[in-house]
DNA sequence: GAGCACAATATTGTATACAATTAATTTCAA
DNA sequence: TTGAAATTAATTGTATACAATATTGTGCTC
């Protein structure tokens, strides 16, 4: 079941690769890699008890889907995505995904259904158990098995890069008053999507992804992050 | 000018392997590598000067934009679009190019459109002497170019990979007698960015790749590239 | 003690050697 | 001659060794 991101678009060269590539991505996800962390070469190879060829094909993999940042003989770091490129994500989720949602609707079998019925149930019992990262990750999946139903791989592929890209971004944006919006959005789509309702699941999503647009905080301001010389000179 | 391609969506890993992956997307999209082709290593990397690892960094790089389909302890071949395929690729791109040339029609500087008239100048040029695969060529670099004047990089990277697909699709089921439909459309397109219109760059766009989809032969056939076993047992 | 040059260290970039897997060829038997 | 099995060849997958680059630490000079 963790495995479930990144079945699309990655393309299977190496197992082992894919391996580390799929482990780190659920790290970012969850949100135990924060956003800057510098991801060594010799330090992974030795945690996935591989060796840097490895170790580098994976990396390449994290920094096509935009998670990592390479930068040439400094190495590779966990994404830091700018407000710029956090409103660039949500618009482009905003063109792809309702379309998508109306396709599943139309496509939607009773497994389907009860598939993302799972995925609610455990996304509420995370949240309960205040495991906001898991929670957060579970409904990323959501999304994705959403598009996954829609049997549009292309566009499939496009939307869970966007929606890991969103791991990131909600880590570094996200505003903690506004929790509740989340609260009955994936019932609704579920609800439409039972219905075959296709006309609804779009707007649903549409609206959906407004309100968590909406819901990150992005002020230009001096994010933390930044660079020392910024952060420590004025 | 040649380096137009690419520039979006590369990680610059390695310099020289960006240079290879430029040097074989060029190839693809200038339909020089047929649909199909083995990329042999050792051979890449004798023509290219380098070791196997830049090839490998390359091929993945060419993997991941779907350009290469790798297949384990085989090789890698020149990608070869399902007709399934080459209709999401034109269905993606339905959804993201219009917006985005409502965006550019918002934002072009009169330097924009210079670049863009250049481009169409070359495109008739290279009808002009028949040479169909550079004609092709530019005509993607135009959406290219012109995703790239709306200005929204994340958007740009996917249209970039679907067009480079698209090349890809083109040299499989393009259709000869159907070539006097692009006349016109990039011209009306430019038309429309110089006087800021978006409603109509949208439409045009529109409109212009359903021509473009509906230009290819989708119909499901025996494809000559089958297997023999296939091709031969009934 | 401050600033700069130089050296040492650590990390990434590249090439190559070896292992593993697959495809082709040959050989042998029916 | 056909068929299959085994061997050989060729190609990819992985690890490691070496080279290049950036960072850090040290010592010298002013």
Redesign the interface.
Known sequence: MNAAFEKIGR???SPQADSVAESLTLAIHQHRLAPGTKLGEDELAEIYGVSRTIIR?AI??L??HQLVE?K?NRGAFVAQPSIR?AH??F??RA??EP?MARRAADRATPQDIELLNQHIQEEHAALALDDAGKALYLSGLFHVELTRIAN????AS?VEA?IARSSLIIALYWRRESALCEKHAHHALLDALSRGDGQAAEELMKSHLVDLHSALDLRERQKPSRSLKEALSP
Do not use: C, D, G, Y
Request: aromatic share 4%; hydrophobic share 45%; no cysteine.
């Open positions: 393309n299977k060269t094909a390449q993999s920094a096509h390479v040439r490129e660039e994500v618009e482009a063109l792809l379309p549009h791989a292309t566009i496009f966007l």
